[in-house]
């Protein structure tokens, strides 16, 4: 089973940017398609954007734009370039598998998450 190491969050302005990286355990990794995932305070856990195996991203709308996601097959690692962010970004920022059927968050075990906060 993957195991998820979410780093490179941290405090910005409004109209800032910032780059979140996921490191992932696991042989299977270059055949799984990943997802950034982000829980607010007091809000559901919910998706900001997937990634097949083959590097073909998947926006939520509110991501649109503005998200960047990507992967490095050859490091086992998941990127979040997040430009113009908002107040409403701020949350826990967390990767794990993604579903592109179904878009559901998934159950299972998540990494600790890294934090945004924007703020002026």
């Known amino acids: 089973q993957e195991q998820f190491v979410e780093s490179g969050g941290g405090l910005v302005q409004p109209g800032g940017s910032l780059r979140l990286s996921c490191a992932v355990s696991g042989s299977g990794f270059p055949l799984v398609a990943m997802g950034w995932y982000r829980q607010a305070p007091g809000k559901k856990r919910e998706l900001v954007a997937g990634i097949a195996s083959d590097g073909n991203p998947d926006y939520e709308n509110q991501a649109l734009g503005r998200f960047t996601i990507s992967r490095d097959n050859a490091k086992n690692m998941v990127y979040l370039e997040m430009n113009n962010l908002k107040f409403e970004d701020t949350a826990v920022y967390y990767c794990?598998?993604?579903?592109?059927?179904?878009?559901?968050?998934?159950?299972?075990?998540w990494g600790q998450g890294t934090q945004v906060t924007v703020s002026s």
């Open positions: 794990n598998v993604f579903l592109p059927l179904t878009r559901f968050v998934p159950e299972g075990s």
